[in-house]
């Protein structure tokens, strides 16, 4: 059976470390592609708190004689791991992290090797106005992050509870378009997120209205921007 190696498999493809994982691959260049049959992928991706590594580490070292592999373990603490065959990546994802792992990966096992150029898929928000109607659960998604992606998510945030925003915008705005997609499609499924597609502009013959007062949420959105500023500065 030929082995693809930008070939990614996962039993736990339904896990939040998986997916995030999955989002994080999703915004490089290269053509990866997941198989339901791991003897077709180079790299194994799996969630160390739904499973235990026995049986898997027998299978992948395996499968290590014939070419290049890589094992990632996604788990909350690096003492999940059972052997040293697997590479652990802490959860939530540090993308830069990743990135750079996976590029000494590809420079090491494929010298030279061109890699085929490949445009990103569109998100589905792509092209559209957004905006929050409340606060998402940030520490859900930046308690075990950085402190630049704590920011990062609450500037990103605040900004869409104050006005309508393009999705182009606002991802690029975040700085981790992979971590701020995932909170715009749990804020989207929670009922949270405002969509809108945007409008012409239509000259008008009013004169400019007075800015609206600022709601109280609007109001503790940029003090809570403001504290973390002051904390993380």
């Known amino acids: 059976m030929a082995i693809d190696r930008f070939g990614v498999w996962s039993p736990h493809r339904d896990s939040n470390s998986v997916r995030s994982f999955k989002a994080a691959l999703s915004l490089r260049p290269e ?24 049986s898997l580490t027998d299978a992948f070292l395996q499968q290590k004689k014939y070419g290049p592999i890589e094992a990632i373990l996604l788990a909350p603490t690096w003492n999940m791991i059972e052997d040293p065959v697997w ?11 990743l990135y750079t792992w996976i590029d000494h990966c590809l420079e090491r096992d494929f010298p030279g090797m061109v890699i085929p150029a490949r445009t990103p898929p569109a998100s589905a928000l792509s092209g559209l106005q957004l905006k929050l109607k409340r606060w998402p659960n940030l520490p859900h998604y930046t308690v075990h992050g950085n402190q630049t992606d704590a920011v ?8 869409l509870l104050e006005n309508w925003v393009s999705y182009e915008e606002i991802s690029a705005f975040s700085g981790n378009a992979a971590l701020f997609d995932k909170i715009l499609a749990d804020a989207k499924s929670h009922g949270i997120l405002e969509i809108s597609k945007p ?15 600022k ?12 504290r973390l500023l002051k904390k993380f500065t």
Not at 152 to 159: D, E, G
Not at 215 to 226: H, I, Q
């Open 31 to 54: 053509p990866w592609q997941w198989y339901e049959n791991k003897e077709q992928a180079t790299w194994w991706v799996i969630d160390g708190t739904l499973t235990t590594l026995s």
């Open 87 to 97: 590479t652990f990546f802490k959860a939530p994802l540090s993308i830069k992290l």
């Open 152 to 159: 990062s998510m609450t500037l990103a945030c605040a900004k």
């Open 199 to 213: 409008e012409p502009a239509q000259p008008s013959a009013q004169p400019p209205s007075k800015s609206p007062t």
């Open 215 to 226: 709601s109280p949420e609007k109001t503790d959105a940029w003090s809570l921007v403001k």
